[in-house]
């Protein structure tokens, strides 16, 4: 694991790194908590800090919480706070600042290197349960919940994003014709050719998926051809033979000013006139252009470049 030390004393962070990196451990040093906080917040990676409480300009109490709030909500961190005195009180406000372990000053070799077992099966665990709660668990995209949480990000941002909704054509027919293991088969090859074009890919339940980009919608359209053509040029190779599979999709502009609700709006009606227009085919939303194009073709993005 990488490790961060925070410790006013040279000695003791000479300590501390001296007890961790043998066993393997990667150690960044601070003797200074705004330096140590600095670093946190620079989105370095670390999965555990070691702090000391005595700092001259903050408390590492402070630095405790500060941390915990830094960091990304889905990258765990564990922090051990380390004091040489063992005040009940000190105890309860480390852990009531988020602190994971409280040790006593100078560390003991096998009971800090304990800590550290503990803290990285924690971590592993708590990052096991981040992927659950992120990721579909039939076609290992995204799931419905990350997407609309990455959808209410781009909004509140204000940036320029587009919005692409795919449904795949006729699947209910492949479930009734072909059996539910089929259609499983295809909802994961897609899965595996649209994450290849575009690794954000979410599914969003059932046979419908969507993909957030940072780009305007003629960029975007294009992105979705991309798939719509990996999709229909290949058959998907499943338990019941190959499968023609083909998608429809949807395209819309996540306009300043617009609600999540009204993109996912867009793009939804974008969707319907790919599907009521014959299927297999990208539609960008006429309410979200500022020229009245429909449908695209990769063909006509090349030429228009």
Known sequence: MRIVIAEPSAIGRKIIAGIVEPDGHQVVCAGDADIALDFIRSGAEFEVLITAIEFANMSGFELCWEAKLAVAENRPVYVIVLSSSRD?????????????????????????????????????????????????????????????????????????????????DHFKRINDTHGHDAGDEVL?????????????????GGEEFGLLVRAPISEAGFIAERIRLATANAPFETSAGPLDVTTSIGVANGAPGMSGEQVVKEADIALYASKSAGRNRVTLSRGTLEHGIAEIRIDSVRRTG
Request: include cysteine; aromatic fraction near 8%.
């Open 88 to 168: 009940e009180a000190k105890l309860v406000e480390a852990l009531d600042c988020g602190a994971d372990e409280f040790v006593t000053k100078p560390p003991r070799p096998s009971e800090l290197l304990a800590r550290l077992r503990a803290a990285g099966r924690l971590i592993n665990a708590q990052r096991e349960l981040i992927h659950l709660a992120s990721y579909d668990a039939l076609t290992g995209l995204r799931n419905r919940r990350a997407f609309f949480s990455d959808l209410e990000k781009l909004v509140e941002a204000g940036g320029p994003f587009s919005l692409i909704m795919f449904d795949l």
């Open 188 to 204: 994961r090859e897609f899965a595996r050719r649209a994450a290849a074009i575009d690794k954000m890919t979410a599914r969003l």
